[in-house]
T-cell receptor, first 111, second 115 residues
Framework: GENVEQHPSTLSVQEGDSAVIKCTYS??????FPWYKQELGKRPQLIID?????GEKKDQRIAVTLNKTAKHFSLHITETQPEDSAVYFC??????????FGAGTRLTVKP | GAGVSQSPSNKVTEKGKDVELRCDPI?????LYWYRQSLGQGLEFLIY????????KSGLPSDRFSAERTGGSVSTLTIQRTQQEDSAVYLC?????????????FGPGTRLTVT
């Protein structure tokens, strides 16, 4: 089955700086790569996703890049704000949608 | 519309007892997932149901764990002879899984405490 690794496990940045979280996956058939944000005490929620026929996708301050050859994808958050502080999970899903999540990155944005 | 619901929201049980956790997915969602999340940890995959296909049970940590999904809708996760290490939040998610719609919608979770 799919195996997803995520780095770093914790990330602390100053407000206004950029944050980058990286993930690798093992199953070359995976074709869907979502990112979820989980605020303290809340359920995970989708913030952005990318499919394998696209190399990059942006939504305001967040962007995701995908390198299928290297089997890695990244989340980029620009102009970070304190409300971006949360745990972020990447995931990879093969065509049968048997999705697996990375271990998560705890992002702290210091004001 | 209504989102994914789970019950109970909290469950305290004594070591050795059996527990049942319930998940009501969003109506029409064909896929249903169970995850376990220990305090401050990631989303540990447990089991995946997709339509009428055989479920992927590869994430169940031991034979004390089982799950079923009746009528392609409600799912129950059963933990037999609970142990203290089973204490965690159990999250359920459902997904529509038609072209362009693969987002998983999570329920609020059941916080299980085994004393």
């Amino acid at each position: 089955g799919e195996n997803v690794e995520q780095h770093p496990s914790t990330l602390s940045v100053q407000e206004g700086d950029s944050a980058v979280i990286k993930c690798t996956y093992s199953d070359s058939a995976s074709n869907y790569f979502p990112w979820y944000k989980q605020e303290l005490g809340k359920r995970p929620q989708l913030i952005i996703d990318i499919r394998s026929n696209v190399g990059e996708k942006k939504d305001q301050r967040i962007a995701v890049t995908l390198n299928k050859t290297a089997k890695h994808f990244s989340l980029h958050i620009t102009e970070t704000q304190p409300e971006d502080s949360a745990v972020y999970f990447c995931a990879a899903s093969p065509p049968n949608n048997d999705m697996r999540f990375g271990a998560g990155t705890r992002l702290t944005v210091k004001p | 519309g209504a989102g994914v619901s789970q019950s109970p929201s909290n469950k305290v049980t004594e070591k050795g007892k059996d527990v049942e956790l319930r998940c009501d997915p969003i109506s029409g969602h064909t896929a249903l997932y169970w995850y376990r999340q220990s305090l401050g940890q990631g989303l540990e995959f447990l089991i995946y149901f997709q339509g009428n296909s055989a479920p992927d049970k590869s994430g169940l940590p031991s034979d004390r764990f089982s799950a079923e999904r009746t009528g392609g809708s409600v799912s129950t996760l059963t933990i037999q002879r609970t142990q203290q290490e089973d204490s965690a939040v159990y999250l359920c998610a459902s997904s529509l899984q038609v072209a362009g719609s693969y987002e998983q919608y999570f329920g609020p979770g059941t916080r299980l405490t085994v004393t």
